[in-house]
C-alpha cells in the first residue's frame, strides 16, 4: 500500500497526511456510515500519530462506539475513531487527492448494508 498520501475534504479547508502504510482497507455498510456518506465508507487505517490534520475538523459522536471527524463547512465525512481502539484512525479512502495505490479487503457491517446494491466483488463479508 501506499504511504505519504495527501487527501481533503470537499471545500478545502481541511487537509491530512498519511505519512505511513494504512492498513485495514475496507467498506462499511453499517447504517451511520451510510447516512453520513450517502452510500457505503471506504477507509483504511494507520495509528493516530501517522495521520496528520490541518484544518477545522469537527468530531461527532453518534455512537458509544466511535467518533466521526467531518469539515464543518462541506460536512465531508474524512475520518473516524473507535472508542476501544483510540490509538488508531481511520480516514476516508475518497478523500485521497490521487491515486491511493490501496486494495481494499474486505466489507464490513454487511447485515446492515442497503437493499439496492450487491456485493459480488469476491471480497471477505464480515456481518
Not at 493516530?48 to 461527532?60: N, R, Y
Not at 472508542?83 to 464490513?108: M, N, Q, W
Amino acid at each position: 500500500m501506499a504511504e505519504n498520501l495527501k487527501g481533503s475534504c470537499a471545500c478545502g479547508k481541511i487537509h491530512f497526511t498519511v505519512t505511513r502504510e494504512a492498513g485495514g482497507p475496507s467498506v462499511c455498510h453499517c447504517s451511520q456510515c451510510r447516512k453520513m456518506s450517502g452510500h457505503a465508507w471506504a477507509s483504511a487505517h494507520v495509528l493516530t500519530p501517522e495521520l496528520q490534520i490541518d484544518g477545522p475538523v469537527k468530531w461527532l459522536k453518534l455512537s458509544e462506539k466511535a467518533e466521526r471527524g467531518i469539515c464543518p463547512d462541506c460536512g465531508s465525512f474524512l475520518f473516524w475513531v473507535g472508542v476501544d481502539e483510540p490509538d488508531y484512525i481511520s480516514f476516508a479512502l475518497g478523500a485521497i487527492d490521487g491515486p491511493t495505490g490501496i486494495t481494499l479487503k474486505r466489507h464490513i457491517f454487511t447485515a446492515d448494508k442497503a437493499d439496492y446494491y450487491l456485493l459480488e466483488d469476491g471480497l471477505e463479508q464480515r456481518p
